[in-house]
């Protein structure tokens, strides 16, 4: 079993930047991608951005340009830079681990408010 712990999220004002971090512990040595989900109230989860442990990232449609992923190994622990953000990007965002064979976790989540 994974553990995520997430930090970072909080309020930012229009065309601000936020930091993410997600920090594993436990049966790290699974993880085989790490990234970021958002979530508003009644619909799915969607992709923000994923990087596997060769620091090959995949973005979201909607963030690519504007947000960053990266990852520390040797801290175990992925990243998230937010800039440009706007309404729209008020969610909670949830760090997520999977394994090779597809096992996965999730963190609790954490929030992102934009607003003036």
């Known amino acids: 079993q994974v553990q995520l712990v997430e930090s970072g999220g909080g309020l930012v004002q229009p065309g601000g930047s936020l930091r993410l971090s997600c920090a594993a512990s436990?049966?790290?040595?699974?993880?085989?991608?790490m990234g970021w989900y958002r979530q508003a109230p009644g619909r799915q989860r969607e992709l923000v951005a994923v990087?596997?442990?060769?620091?090959?990232?995949t973005y979201g449609y909607s963030v690519k340009g504007r947000f960053t992923i990266s990852r520390d190994n040797a801290k175990n622990t992925v990243y998230l830079q937010m800039n440009g953000l706007n309404a729209e990007n008020k969610d909670v965002y949830y760090c997520?681990?999977?394994?090779?064979?597809?096992?996965?976790?999730w963190g609790k989540g954490t929030l992102v408010t934009v607003s003036s």
């Open positions: 436990g049966n790290i040595f699974t993880i085989y991608l």
């Open positions: 997520n681990d999977r394994s090779l064979i597809g096992q996965e976790n």
């Open positions: 990087i596997n442990n060769n620091s090959s990232a």
